[in-house]
């Protein structure tokens, strides 16, 4: 039972490039989410998906877009790379919209340079 | 736009000391209160609260919800050094906001043995 799993856990881009990060959940939940984290702060909400279909703006959506490929899978994209999008970025699902409690990913590592 | 503020932000304690984690809240439509633990890595959930005076507890930690006053606290007994994290508060989605959580910024503890 992996739960959520993130890839990669570690990268480097120049600012400018592109990549997507994946996220898969294997316990049929329905809602998922895409978190950043910075040092010394809470995880703030990126984008997020209440159901297979759907997917929404988060706090912090700025520079990037999202897929909700399948129920299981979902993915953010940066299309072009920002210093300020160095982070540490977290997937989680949840049951539902009203989950409540959501489960997390090991993490993504970003560094931009 | 909802708000959670978590205090202390650290707080540096020696093995066998009880602490207290603070969290406040203003949002609208609350639905729920949750707690997580976070080690090196990924969020994990600790509590659920919803209704006001009613004790959620798990071996040495224990959570309360005040909802009048808008705020919940983390008790932590008998801390030892694997209570080390950053314990993160956030308000779980509403049914007019679903899929959003909003996180405070943590508390970071430090158990010294």
């Known amino acids: 039972n992996a739960g959520v799993t993130q890839t990669p856990k570690f990268q480097v881009l120049k600012t400018g490039q592109s990549m997507t990060l994946q996220c898969a959940q294997d316990m049929n939940h329905n809602s998922m989410y895409w978190y950043r984290q910075d040092p010394g702060m809470g995880l703030r909400l990126i984008y997020y998906?209440?159901?297979?279909?759907?997917?929404d703006k988060g706090e912090v959506p700025n520079g990037y877009n999202v897929s909700r490929l399948n129920k299981r899978e979902f993915s953010l994209r940066l299309e072009s790379a920002a210093p300020s999008q160095t982070s540490v970025y977290f997937c989680a699902s949840s049951l539902g919209p009203g989950g409540p409690e959501a489960f997390f990913g090991q993490g993504t590592r970003l560094t931009v340079v | 736009e909802d708000k959670v503020v978590q205090s202390p932000l650290s707080l540096v304690v020696h093995e066998g000391d009880t602490v207290t984690l603070n969290c406040s809240y203003e949002?609208?439509?609350?639905?729920?209160l949750l707690w997580y633990k976070q080690e090196k890595k990924a969020p994990t959930f600790l509590f659920m609260l919803t209704s006001s005076g009613i004790e959620k507890k798990s071996g040495r930690l224990s959570s309360i919800l005040d909802k009048k006053e808008l705020f919940s606290i983390l008790n932590i007994t008998a801390t030892q050094t694997g209570d080390s994290a950053i314990y993160l508060c956030a308000v779980g989605p509403s049914p007019g906001n679903a899929g959003k959580s909003t996180f405070g910024d943590g508390t970071t503890l430090t158990v010294k043995p």
């Open positions: 949002v609208t439509n609350f639905r729920s």
């Open positions: 998906s209440a159901s297979e279909g759907t997917t």
